[in-house]
């Protein structure tokens, strides 16, 4: 047997619990190892070696399709092909009450039409039922078939038509709330074009984006979107790139940039060197990890996987207590309270409760990508809410990570052009993220660096950097104790002295700026009741400087990777913490946080390592994020809540014996169509 694994996407789920039984029938197939259904983005991942046949054969009960990965999306069938059977069923039905009427009563020829609407709206679900039964598997279709056949069997024919349309009809509306949910992520992928405009010797030649390779350079004209990740090698212009960040203002690239397949050129002419397959774009990667986190169950979700476990088979004895119990033990008659516990079995369908939970966290996460938010599972948009502290890093989360030097002074007598060299040609060897801005002052001056020769140089994280040059000792890191630091400190600058054999020789005041965004993100956090913690490497003054100016609550300042690490575990300890940070420094503290938040731009680095990615960089996208993951958590909470309360006060009226097949369907596809539409409020927020 094979362990290959391939995954497929499937149409015509109508139900949780039918994607349920697709996968074990799938997993019975004898060359199949093990299935994995992902419900909320509609595939199915196989292990083994399964024909698309016996694949379509196994989901024959709901008439699944089986579609190919590189077109997930199949022709729209019409209104009437899709709802012609509940439709056919619906009218058979009202003709045998017109009958029933005119008639004056139940006659053969109305129970032949009942018969007739019940076979045409339920043929699958019985056939469904009967296998179900047969196994030993008790779901909604399994407890509806043997309520339906019940009804038949003592006489109620137009109640069992009623039963069997109205279970049809909260089928359709449970699969077009569903459609609707992922249709947030269909649209992500109907953004790429097909092909590519691909520059050969022979002219240009538009080819599928399947066989474009790396290195290829493909046109892209005013107004086109990009198939393909590249970089510009000719051309400048301006790109609309809320596809892959959520940024709503196109943003300025020129030579060298990168580029997002499904982004839009909106002016100039490029010509771009294509640097990823297309199954590896960034746009098809975010793709594939959200339709992954829809997969993802969320502590709701095993909530209510655990609770129909135990529910269904409860309400399977309870009917039958009903239905036994007063005729048995006081003489009521058998009629009535078979009648009843029949109608038992159809409150107890799960529908509501089943759908309550994905359709909330499939609508949430799917609102999230379109808005630039990369969250990677109901777990996380689970946690997002539950945190009480959300901790940032500091440079490149709260600033710009774009550093420059503000002020340059010398001590002992050096000249700036010497002092100036030695520390270019230092920083040019180290990876601290304020080098850059040293580097870039030094040329700004015309400093040339490259008679400075340095042995031993040496890079220590959260310190600084050593080296020799002509025999003497030289350093670039914290100021210590240097008196004349301070008052560059105190108006939220960093500051880092050069030493020659410990004896200050140069000073630089480095400023990053604060994002226009950041001050405003604070705000809405503490309005949210979310505690702000900001841990930085930074001295205490300048980060207690730039915590005043954002109102931040709590400063942790001159940590070393493993001070943030700790810091992050002492706050765990009292409650839920989220970190938000770059992705690659801090990984620590992002990793032992209870939810890793980073600052992506588009970055694999993003992608791969953060429970949460804002991809536009923005950390304005953060509460709208807690904001989203809290209104989620309310509405799964309301759906569960009402689907069992509906449940509880439909079968309270079998006590004065009240309840009837009618009211049961009715209170179960009352359920489903609210908690659905519920759900689907997330599709539509935007703060």
């Known amino acids: 047997m094979s362990n290959e694994q391939k995954t497929y996407h499937i149409d015509g789920f109508s139900c949780a619990n039918c994607a349920k039984t697709f996968e074990k029938n799938v997993k019975d197939i004898r060359s199949v190892e093990d299935a994995e259904v992902n419900f909320g983005a509609s595939k199915i991942t196989i292990t083994g070696d399964a024909t698309v046949q016996e694949i379509e054969k196994a989901g024959a009960f709901e008439k699944?399709?089986?579609?190919?990965?590189?077109?997930?999306?199949?022709?729209?069938?019409?209104?009437?092909?899709?709802?012609?059977?509940?439709?056919?069923?619906?009218?058979?039905?009202?003709?045998?009450?017109?009958?029933?009427?005119g008639s004056g009563g139940q006659t053969s020829m109305t129970t032949g039409?009942?018969?007739?609407?019940?076979?045409?709206?339920?043929?699958r679900m019985f056939w469904t039922g009967i296998n179900n039964l047969s196994k030993l598997r008790f779901d909604m279709k399994t407890l509806m078939t043997i309520a339906v056949i019940g009804a038949a069997l003592i006489g109620e024919w137009p109640e069992a038509a009623v039963v069997v349309v109205l279970f049809a009809v909260s089928e359709s509306l449970e699969r077009y709330s569903m459609e609707k949910a992922r249709a947030s992520i269909q649209s992500l992928m109907e953004i790429v074009p097909r092909t590519a405009a691909v520059k050969t010797s022979g002219g240009i030649k538009e080819i599928p984006v399947e066989e474009v390779d790396?290195?290829?350079?493909?046109?892209?004209?005013?107004?086109?979107?990009?198939?393909?990740?590249?970089?510009?090698?000719y051309g400048s212009t301006s790109i609309n790139q809320a596809a892959i960040t959520g940024?709503?203002?196109?943003?300025?690239?020129?030579?060298?940039?990168?580029?997002?397949?499904?982004?839009?050129?909106?002016?100039?002419?490029?010509?771009?060197?294509?640097?990823?397959?297309?199954?590896d774009t960034t746009l098809a990667k975010i793709i594939q990890l959200v339709e992954e986190?829809?997969?993802?169950?969320?502590?709701?979700?095993?909530?209510?996987?655990?609770?129909?476990?135990?529910?269904?088979?409860a309400i399977m004895i309870a009917a039958l207590l009903v239905a036994i119990v007063p005729p048995v033990f006081f003489g009521a008659a058998w009629s009535s309270w078979v009648y009843q516990g029949l109608a038992v079995l159809v409150v107890g369908c799960p529908c509501a409760l089943v759908i309550s939970t994905p359709i909330a966290i499939v609508s949430a996460i799917g609102n999230a990508a379109k808005k630039g938010v990369l969250i990677k599972g109901g777990i996380y948009l689970e946690k997002i809410g539950h945190s009480k502290t959300i901790a940032f890093d500091k440079t490149g989360t709260l600033t710009e990570g774009r550093p420059h030097v503000t002020d340059f002074v010398t001590y002992d007598g050096r000249s700036r052009e010497s002092v100036l060299a030695i520390a270019?040609?230092?920083?040019?060897?180290?990876?601290?993220?304020l080098a850059s801005s040293i580097i870039e002052y030094a040329a700004s001056e015309g400093i040339d660096d490259t008679d400075v020769h340095i042995q031993k140089f040496n890079a220590e994280t959260g310190t600084g950097i050593t080296g020799i040059i002509e025999g003497?000792?030289?350093?670039?890191?914290?100021?210590?104790?240097?008196?004349?630091?301070?008052?560059?400190?105190?108006?939220?600058?960093?500051?880092?002295?050069?030493?020659e054999n410990d004896k200050v020789i140069g000073l630089f005041a480095v400023t990053d700026q604060l994002r226009s965004s950041s001050k405003a993100a604070v705000e809405k956090l503490h309005k949210m009741g979310t505690r702000t913690v900001m841990l930085t490497g930074d001295n205490t003054q300048t980060a207690g400087s730039i915590a005043k100016t954002l109102g931040i609550d709590k400063v942790y300042a001159e940590l070393m990777p493993e001070d943030k690490?700790?810091?992050?575990?002492?706050?765990?300890?009292?409650?839920?913490?989220?970190m938000v940070g770059d992705g690659i420094n801090d990984a620590p503290a992002l990793a032992a946080a209870d939810i890793g938040i980073a600052m992506g731009k588009g970055t694999d680095t993003a992608l791969e390592t953060a429970d949460v990615a804002l991809m536009g960089n923005d950390i304005s996208q953060l509460p709208f994020t807690v904001s989203l993951s809290k209104r989620a958590l309310r509405i799964i909470k309301a759906n569960i809540t009402f689907s069992l309360v509906i449940k509880l006060i439909a079968l309270l009226l079998v006590i004065p014996g009240w309840l009837t097949l009618w009211i049961a369907i009715l209170s179960d596809i009352g359920a489903t169509l609210v908690v659905a539409l519920n759900g689907m409020r997330l599709l539509r927020m935007k703060e």
Do not use: C, W
Not at 113 to 123: A, E, P
Not at 214 to 233: A, E, N, Q, T, W
Not at 566 to 575: F, P, Q, T
């Open 113 to 123: 039409v009942f018969l007739i609407s019940i076979v045409i709206g339920g043929y």
């Open 565 to 578: 690490l700790n810091a992050v575990k002492e706050m765990k300890s009292l409650h839920k913490v989220a």
């Open 247 to 279: 940024e709503s203002l196109p943003v300025e690239k020129l030579e060298g940039d990168d580029v997002f397949a499904g982004t839009l050129n909106e002016s100039g002419y490029l010509e771009v060197e294509v640097t990823k397959h297309n199954e």
């Open 64 to 101: 699944l399709k089986v579609i190919d990965k590189n077109q997930p999306k199949i022709k729209e069938q019409s209104f009437l092909k899709k709802h012609g059977e509940v439709l056919a069923s619906a009218l058979f039905m009202l003709l045998g009450f017109i009958l029933v009427i």
């Open 293 to 313: 986190a829809q997969g993802e169950r969320a502590p709701a979700q095993h909530f209510v996987d655990q609770f129909a476990k135990y529910y269904t088979p």
């Open 424 to 433: 270019s040609a230092m920083e040019a060897k180290s990876e601290h993220p």
């Open 214 to 233: 790396i290195g290829d350079i493909i046109v892209i004209r005013p107004g086109d979107k990009l198939s393909m990740d590249g970089i510009i090698r």
């Open 472 to 499: 003497k000792i030289y350093s670039i890191g914290k100021p210590g104790n240097f008196e004349d630091a301070s008052g560059y400190q105190a108006d939220g600058k960093t500051v880092m002295v050069v030493k």
